[in-house]
């Protein structure tokens, strides 16, 4: 096969493999190049935050009051639902297989330090945290969630101008000019993504080194077949619903789970996602264009799973146990923090500083998994974009004509 006649999914699971196999054999000192692997992340990630919320200000501004009900409230529903399906079978899965006992006691544990500082300590700091009182702010930082609300809120107004002056609205008309142009600086950007990637891989496998991996192989293996488990079970039942071949909706959603892989972030996998959904999958536009934005920061499954079991193998390290309603508390304190990610690679320990504190655990014992930011990444950041896209086609499945069977059907 020609080189020139690869795509451009191709060539980053080539990139990913190379990474890989240049991470083994160079070990530590591939950490030189890791710099230009931040560098294609920040080219993209510096254009992601107001492409999302021109996305939404775009899909909430441009629907009627019927459909944004109708649309908007089915997408929240089938997040809240499965997010808390999953941190319930994370605590699950956690609690058979145990992947903290026998850590106690060990190097790594007794070594672990970490700078991160405690952040929200109570359920109510972390619902407060969704809503920002200065939006330029929460855009810096990457909070995607304020982010949202500003730009749900600025959608609806948009929307109530709109029905008022017979659908005339400038602000509207520049808001979707701006998506499109950011989109093409995204997809100008994503041309180098199979230099970036191969060179962010092959840093993070030459750091991580054997003593790390070794001790923590079955926190992975538990993550990883959790996760996993998951997604067979979300696609039996989006195949069931929607009446499809499980091969050919795996076969359509390859390119963005690549991506999901490769880059370990929601966000810089969003555009791919948008339109292999419109595109590849028949999904209605405008289904999309709302109920995927929205879920990037709204239905972090893969998150919530994360925070789920991670919790969990700390408490079972330190010879904590859980009973009854301290399951409860755990599955809806894990779906909620799973909604307070920052947008980029290593969120997964941003997200440790939120539960461990509450937990009456020690903050140090998130340096244990510091060193896992790429594995655990990859794990989570699937499952993530994935159940997006599959709450998008239950969502779908419930409109007239939410899902072109031409579209999905074509090859």
């Known amino acids: 096969m020609s080189l020139k006649k690869l795509n451009i999914n191709t060539w ?41 919320m021109c996305a939404i200000v775009g899909a909430v501004g441009g629907l ?3 459909d944004l009900s109708g649309i908007g409230v089915k997408g929240i529903v089938w997040f809240a639902v499965s997010s808390l399906l999953a941190s319930a079978f994370g605590l699950f899965m956690a609690t058979v297989f145990q992947p903290g006992a026998g850590l106690a006691g060990t190097a790594l544990v007794e070594n672990a330090t970490t700078t991160a500082e405690a952040t929200a300590s109570t359920w109510q700091d972390t619902i407060l945290s969704f809503f920002g009182s200065n939006i ?18 600025l959608g609806l107004a948009i929307t109530y101008w709109r029905n008022t002056h017979d659908g005339v609205c400038i602000v509207f008309d520049v808001i979707q000019e701006l998506e499109n142009l950011l989109l ?5 950007v994503m041309t ?9 891989v092959s840093a993070m496998v030459g750091t991580l080194g054997a003593e790390v991996l070794v001790p923590l192989l079955k926190y992975l293996l538990v993550l990883g077949g959790t996760v996993a488990i998951f997604l067979v079970l979300w696609v039996v039942v989006v195949c069931v619903r929607c009446g499809m071949s499980p091969v050919k909706l795996i076969q359509k959603m390859w390119p963005m789970s690549v991506m999901a892989l490769a880059t370990i972030s929601s966000a810089v996998t969003l555009p791919v996602e948008m339109e292999d959904a419109k595109n590849r ?37 330190y010879g904590m146990t859980f009973a009854g309603f301290d399951y409860i508390y755990l599955t809806v304190i894990c779906t909620l923090l799973s909604l307070a990610n920052a947008v980029a690679p290593g969120a997964d320990i941003v997200s440790l500083t939120m539960i461990v504190p509450q937990l009456g655990l020690p903050l140090s014992s998130i340096g244990i998994f510091a060193g896992l930011t790429y594995p655990v990444g990859a794990i989570r950041t699937i499952l993530n974009v994935d159940s997006d896209v599959f ?14 069977r031409k579209v999905f059907d074509a090859k």
């Open 12 to 52: 980053i699971v080539i990139s990913m493999v190379l990474g890989v196999i240049a991470g083994v054999i160079g070990g530590p000192v591939m950490a030189n190049i890791q710099f230009v692997g931040d560098i294609f992340f920040r080219l993209v990630q510096m254009g992601i935050v107001p492409f999302v």
């Open 64 to 66: 009627t009051p019927k």
């Open 136 to 153: 330029v702010a929460s855009m810096s930082a990457g909070t995607m969630v304020p982010c949202i609300v500003f730009a749900i809120a």
């Open 184 to 188: 093409t600086i995204i997809r100008g």
């Open 192 to 200: 180098i993504a199979p230099i970036g990637i191969f060179c962010y």
């Open 281 to 317: 999958l028949g999904i209605r536009e405008d289904i999309a264009d709302l109920v995927l934005p929205l879920g990037m920061p709204l239905n972090s499954n893969g998150a919530s799973i994360h925070l789920a079991i991670t919790a969990l193998t700390i408490a079972q390290i």
């Open 391 to 404: 709450c998008a086609m239950m969502v779908a499945q419930s409109e007239p004509e939410g899902i072109d």
